[in-house]
């Protein structure tokens, strides 16, 4: 693979569920996670996907951009679309060049020099925080969440626009403790000794509180592979009820899925 190809998963066209308007959304092969949950399991082994040079992309991106609006663009998901950043910077300057708006839907735990200068030039990540407490983030994902959040940080100290994604796992990431600290660290802080509160990240834009679902269960079994979390029940109403009232505590930006 050189530096002008990637290797892609597949392509959804007019996409509205991975940033704002209608997208091109381009899953990438490859992810270092190994979420219990994950819902494109084809999508992990850095083997697989389709060779495909940048140029190809950026010629079906211009051809749907007149359908983009003003709003819309294309989304780098995955899979991990950091863990092939040498080759998606070269082809976001050209979608740039192109007057394209480019969004990076990612987890956030891959860094190099190359993933920074794709963080530079994306006009919005959103950014995949499976669970703030570190022990169930490593038991759900098979990854520390360490990097993650150094990438949130960084995205803040740079003026770089996110949105923050958290899936409601019963049992796994729906705790009130791990709900409320993750809201204490990226959050507006109660006030003090009646003072006003103090905000949190400023350029966190949006958190998503998305739903537990099972839609990719029956490629676990296409792939030979066992889903582990096969007796883990969907969300009630009760649940994504409770979590949207205990995120609404510290952000004023929440949707509910």
Known sequence: MTDMTLKVHSYESMGTYDGPGLRLVVFLQGCPFRCLYCANPDTIPYEGGTETDIDGILQMAVRQKPFFGKRGGVTFSGGEPTVQAGALVPLVKQLHENGINVCLDTNGGVWNSDVEELFSLSDLVLLDVKEFNPARHLSLTGRSNEQTL????????HGKPFWLRYVLVPG???????????GEHFGKKPAQDGGTPESGYRMLQRVDI????????????????????????????????????????????????
Do not use: M
């Not at 796994?172 to 993750?182: F, P, Q």
């Open 210 to 257: 998305l739903p537990y679902h099972t839609l990719g269960v029956n490629k676990y079994g296409a792939l030979g592979q066992e889903y582990k979390l096969k007796d883990v029940p969907l969300n009630t109403k009760e649940q994504l009820a409770r979590a949207e009232s205990l995120f609404r505590e510290y952000f004023d930006c929440v949707i509910p899925g």
């Open 150 to 157: 150094r990438t949130a940080a960084w995205l803040e100290e």
């Open 172 to 182: 796994y990431s729906d705790s009130e403790e791990d709900i409320r600290a993750l």
